[in-house]
């Protein structure tokens, strides 16, 4: 309600809620998935594997695993900042969003610099490397939050007329 006694209408939350419930339940489910190979590596040794972490490409790497979930969690908690009636919850699913695709860009230039070594510099130590090796969850989870950022790209303006302004002194 502004000064005037007007009630601005907000942007209805729906779409994007459900966006940040996928995408936030995807990168928890795999992140758990990743953490759970990684821990069975070094606390069972390395023959240790987990049947749907080989079909999707999950490898075991715990700090891998707590990036996807820290995503996760990101777009989950703008889910329920959005239900609960805030409206700057969405800010989170824009959050989780760009750190999806910072994460993703990351990955790609280490798997680009792998191709370099394999390819380019013939490292021994990458004889064999396929791009399939270098595949991870964060890559090909991407790929949903990419194609919201480019169609909500202008959804996530500032409302006008929301500035506050504060001088702390």
């Given at each position: 309600m502004d000064i005037n006694g007007t009630v601005e209408e907000k942007p209805d939350t729906?779409?994007?809620?459900?966006?940040?419930?996928?995408?936030?339940?995807?990168?928890?489910?795999l992140g758990l998935l990743q953490m759970a190979s990684g821990a069975g590596r070094i606390l069972i040794g390395t023959d240790f594997s987990i049947p749907l972490a080989g079909i999707l490409l999950v490898p075991a790497d715990l700090i891998g695993a707590f990036v996807l979930l820290l995503i996760g969690t990101v777009f989950i908690y703008g889910v329920m900042e959005m239900r609960s009636g805030i409206y700057e919850g969405i800010?989170?699913?824009?959050?989780?969003?760009?750190?999806?695709?910072?994460?993703?860009i990351i990955y790609l230039l280490v798997s680009t610099g792998n191709m370099l070594e394999a390819y380019l510099l013939k490292n021994v130590e990458?004889?064999?490397w396929t791009p399939?090796?270098?595949?991870?969850?964060?890559?090909?989870?991407a790929i949903l939050p990419l194609f919201a950022y480019i169609k909500w790209k202008d959804f996530f303006e500032p409302i006008s007329g929301t500035n506050i302004r504060m001088d702390l002194k």
């Open positions: 729906n779409v994007p809620m459900v966006f940040s419930v996928i995408c936030g339940s995807l990168y928890i489910i800010s989170y699913a824009y959050v989780g969003i760009l750190l999806a695709l910072i994460f993703a990458f004889a064999g399939l090796s270098d595949m991870r969850p964060g890559i090909y989870l």
